[in-house]
């Protein structure tokens, strides 16, 4: 942050009329475990008032606000060897992303400042004790019940869009650090006559809110619309990464790049450059030949969009994409809220402003209809069924190059049947050994070799028959087993 606006920020705070559950003064440092009580308090504080963030600072009297300066210089402080910041992220659960600043008010007066985000959905416990500030007396939130149970029911710091990026610009800032004119292109509208339309349009979508005479910029508006990422600090470790490997493993890298610009204003050029380094097929199978691309493009497409709207916004790490010699994984930070096998059927977003916006700008399917698209065009090219694996803290989907049906192993043959059972049921149909036989492009007179298949997902649960009275196997139809 600009030291013109920390300290614009420091005068808005000591303007208070007195400390409160969000905003503590202090002069000096004490001891390391009274800062991360206060941390925990003034996150759990803002919470509980609405507030995106709360604030400790040293260098300010606690009653007269005078600001004063101090000694202590929380960047170089240590404890032990090791870094008084990183003790305290270790000693904070769940973890957040406080910010330090250390900056000269004036000349002689030093302050230290914290910015805490607000708690997300429940306290935050430090050293596994929640703390809260009662006035301007730190305490136990254990010993204010209804208070933790607010912050548990409390919504407002659940949407990380919802926080801010960047603080205190004025009207042209804004159109100075964000992509205005995409938005209005991506949404087919005229772009306004003047600064007020846009920043009203802006301001509607919840890109920016309005802070005095000026503006924050939200982290929503920012993830979307920075032409630069790198100017926003705490959204910039979300920028897109996408590597090509030489061969089948991570052994040889070909390219890394890292996208610099906001979801929307890149994402058609990532897209271009993902199918780019995509290898061409002369022969994919029965139906497709010359020159065919490995991976649908719109496949791709959905997948990439997926990956961003669903990612875990709160946890470390990127969206990645990463291509081999023989496959294709996107992944995401976060689990997913739903059961992977229910994708194609199921919609839940923990991101629901980022996904709406994606939508009406074109950039995916409507809630639930993007997975069907996926798997059709994979069918439709012959290639193995996707997968979809949960890691501890990232979730992968990952297409695979073509290869025959006998190249297939017994787990891939059963997703693909199970896939294809979905597919149908989505589109008002049902499967069938014909319709299988099609998927695979298998001959009539090889109609066995689909039953085996049908058999084997059968006996792994993961498809049923409609009618199981019905013995003739000839006229059999099959639905997933969740239908």
Known sequence: MEHHKLNKLLEDL???ISECEWIEFKHNFHSPVEIGQRLSALANGACLHNQPYGYLVYGIKDITHEIIGTKFQVKTHKIGNENLENWLSNMLDPKIDFRTYEF?????????MFIIPAAVNRPIDFQKTAYIRIGSITRKLSDFPEKE???WRNSFGATFEKEIAKHNVNASEVIQLLSTQTYFELMKLPYPSDQIGVIEKFLSEGLIIKDGTNYNITRLGAILFAKDLSVFESVQRKSIRVIVYKGNNKIDTIRDQVGSKGYAVGFEGLV????????????????????????????????VANALIHQDLSEKGFPMIEIYSDRIEISNPGNPLIKPERFIDEYVSRNERLADLMRRMGFCEEKGSGLDKVIFNNELFQLPPIKVTIGSSRTFVTMYS??????????????????????????????????????FKIDNRNAATVSRIIREALDEKVIKDVDPMNKSRKYACYIPFWA
């Not at 000269?104 to 230290?112: C, K, Q, T, V, W």
């Not at 073509?402 to 149908?424: S, T, V, W």
Request: proline residues 4%.
């Open 14 to 16: 000591t303007n208070h």
């Open 149 to 151: 149970s607010k912050i």
């Open 272 to 303: 271009d450059w993902i199918n780019g380094q995509l290898p061409a097929n002369e022969e994919i199978g029965k139906a497709l030949r010359l020159e065919t691309r490995m991976y649908p493009e719109i496949a791709i497409r959905e997948l």
């Open 402 to 439: 073509y290869k025959p049906l006998n190249d297939m192993d017994k787990e891939e043959r059963i997703r693909a049947c199970y896939q294809h059972a979905c597919l149908k049921y989505v589109s008002n149909e049902k499967m069938t050994n014909q319709t299988l036989r099609e998927r």
């Open 104 to 112: 000269d008010y004036e000349e002689g007066l030093h302050i230290s």
